[in-house]
């Protein structure tokens, strides 16, 4: 099921209507004049740099102006400006499609705002960040984003926003299957649109809580509150979701056998959608009467609107799909009877017959000749292959042995660590008990300040005890990574008293010791530092794995008190820079998003190396 209507920018654009990309060129031409004339100051010029980026409908003429922003801001040190651009360029990459460059310029947008403690442009860059997810189905993410902003914007922002981002998220929890969560943020938002009295939050809030209660059989409850967030839409002249929610109408009627009203509300959303050409909402349209009509044995109407589905999906995919038209003309032409088209049809056949044996003909006489030439060019692309096949071995030799020294290295670290342990628990250990046996043997006021003596021996093997612990708490060979953290996790909240949330969602295939234990060690530092420092009372800990683009992501999230990210390596602490090298020479990722009203997100995405030791 597609639906149009997630983001609430769509129902504010499509609400003030098709003149508002007109009207906004008309006024960045208007700008761009003010640009021509010479007693402008720096901080105009820079004012109208911002106003061209966020107003021109042209991404690159985005691009040109927000780049020419940051040049200035950064040349007159005006951080919101700075902000500004990266958001505006954020959003251009983004309609570009290249949404690597948009989540890079987004997230430095989001930093910029944090250190300079603006919370009204880190909302911004949070909901652009998530925005972006959601361009490429990347729902959970775009879900923490979404939290982070809606946590910002409870504490300093509006109600009208607050309700927008919640209409957002509900969407995001509806798309991975999270109903409650959906329907507890679509509650939450139709009042606050209730309060600010925006009828059309209301109305979207009503049409997309009805996408639940469809995907939860509720039909009934559904189908009305469809019909009246259509009715709510229509008093507002918004064509577009009147279109979108008279499609899934369409659908909802097909899915429970209801053909005639299905194919009336396909109908009438097809109508809407050709008054503002609408070209996804027409495709899908189009598809959906070519099969209700299918089903009522109507192979004329059928075929029709099967033609302008796929015009419609060329037009918009640029893919040529002509397999099902032709069943479905055969179709209407056995039913109607048609023979003077089946024998003209013959008739074509045996043209195309005759063209295709001609042009196969001068094909294989083209093909002989280049035969020969081609000959003598596998020669020379032979020996240049295997230049290449040489230089490559070379490459992966080299990665090979970069990847083995780090193995033995973290292999040597595990073997330390646990060697330590057990001497600590053997010997430190058993020297402090035979200390203790021994002292409990003296009569107490033998000895000055005998309590005292005893608490601190008492003491002494407890730190010992819970040192060796400490060491040697790690991966089993005999259980694994998973288990290890769930036992970590464990203890963090009998011992240090946290609301502590775990979950993960490893590979098909096992991963190899070598990797696992570097994943546990990253994880425990990245829980040490919030035991540190971060004062936090909840912490939540996810892996997540992906076996296509062998990928592991390592999320872990505080509401403590933030830290200052550091701008280089040579201004972080010795425990972040170790944990970033080594990230680093892994050939990961590592990203920090940290400030107090929200607390800490580190996220980290690592490939999973496949270590095997000698």
């Known amino acids: 099921m597609k639906l149009g209507s997630w983001i609430i920018l769509f129902f504010l654009t499509f609400f003030s209507g098709y003149n508002v990309l007109a009207q906004n060129q008309a006024r960045t031409d208007s700008l761009k004049l003010l640009l021509e004339k010479d007693a402008i100051s720096p901080d105009q010029r820079m004012m109208i740099y911002a106003n061209i980026a966020a107003l021109s409908p042209d991404p690159d003429e985005v691009l040109l102006y927000a780049d020419k922003l940051l040049k200035a801001a950064n040349e007159y040190e005006k951080p919101h400006y700075i902000i500004e651009a990266y958001q505006s360029k954020g959003v251009a990459y983004r309609l570009i499609g290249n949404l690597k460059l948009s989540l890079n310029n987004h997230f430095e947008a989001a930093e910029f705002a944090i250190r300079q403690k603006n919370n009204k442009l880190l909302t911004n860059a949070y909901l652009e960040i998530a925005n972006t997810y959601i361009a490429n189905n990347d729902y959970r993410n775009a879900i923490v984003y979404n939290n982070k902003a809606i946590t910002v914007i409870r504490q300093e922002g509006t109600q009208d926003k607050l309700a927008i981002s919640l209409l957002n998220t509900g969407f995001s929890y509806y798309k991975i299957n999270e109903f ?104 899908d349209a189009s598809q959906l009467l070519s099969e209700l009509f299918e089903q009522e044995n109507d192979f ?64 294989f006489a083209v093909l002989l000749s280049l035969y020969f030439r081609q000959l003598f060019k596998n020669s ?79 003491q002494a093997c407890n730190d010992i005890r819970n040192l060796s612990h400490s060491l040697n708490i790690g991966i089993s060979e005999n259980f694994g990574l998973v288990p290890a953290l769930k036992e970590l996790t464990d203890h963090l909240k009998h011992v240090n008293g946290l609301e502590v949330e775990f979950t993960a969602a490893m590979c098909e295939e096992q991963m190899s010791s070598e990797n696992e234990i570097v994943v546990y060690r ?83 995405d690592m490939p999973i190396i496949k270590m095997t030791l000698n």
């Open 380 to 458: 020379r692309l032979l020996s240049e292959n295997e230049r290449k096949q040489h230089d490559e071995n070379i490459r992966n030799l080299l990665v090979a042995q970069e990847t083995k020294t780090l193995q033995s290295m973290v292999q040597g670290q595990e073997s330390e660590r646990q060697r330590l342990a057990k001497d600590l628990h053997n010997h430190f250990g058993s020297l402090m008990a035979t200390i203790k046996v021994n002292l409990n043997r003296i009569e107490e006021k033998s000895i000055p300040n005998y309590q005292i003596l005893a608490t601190l021996v008492d």
């Open 300 to 363: 004329r109407k059928a075929y029709i609107f099967q033609k302008q589905y796929v015009i419609y999906k060329d037009s918009i995919e640029n893919s040529e799909t002509t397999k099902q038209i032709a069943n479905l003309r055969t179709d209407f032409e056995v039913s109607q009877k048609e023979k003077k088209i089946v024998l003209l049809e013959k008739r074509q056949l045996s043209n195309r017959i005759y063209i295709i044996v001609t042009v196969f003909l001068l094909l």
């Open 522 to 604: 990253i994880v425990q530092e990245l829980v040490s530092n919030v035991l540190k420092h971060a004062e936090a009372t909840k912490l939540s800990i996810s892996l997540t794995c992906f076996d296509d683009d062998n990928l592991i992501n390592i999320l872990v999230q505080d509401n403590g008190k933030g830290f200052e990210i550091p701008e280089s390596e040579n201004n972080s602490g010795m425990g972040l820079k170790s944990l970033t090298k080594i990230i680093g020479e892994l050939h990961g990722e590592i990203r920090f998003d940290s400030n107090p009203a929200s607390g800490t997100t580190i996220n980290i």
């Open 180 to 283: 409650n969560h959906a329907l507890a943020l679509y509650d939450e938002a139709g009042r606050l649109f209730d309060n600010i009295n925006l009828k059309i939050g209301k109305a979207y809030t009503i049409g997309n809580r009805a996408l639940v209660y469809w995907k939860q059989k509720q039909y009934d409850i559904a189908e009305d509150d469809l019909i009246r967030a259509i009715g709510l839409l229509d008093k507002l002249g918004d064509t577009f979701g009147m279109a979108d929610y008279h499609n899934q109408l369409g659908r909802l009627f097909a899915e429970t056998g209801n053909i005639s009203e299905a194919i009336y509300h396909t109908e009438t959303a097809l109508q809407l959608a050709k008054s503002i050409n609408l070209k996804e909402q027409i495709r």
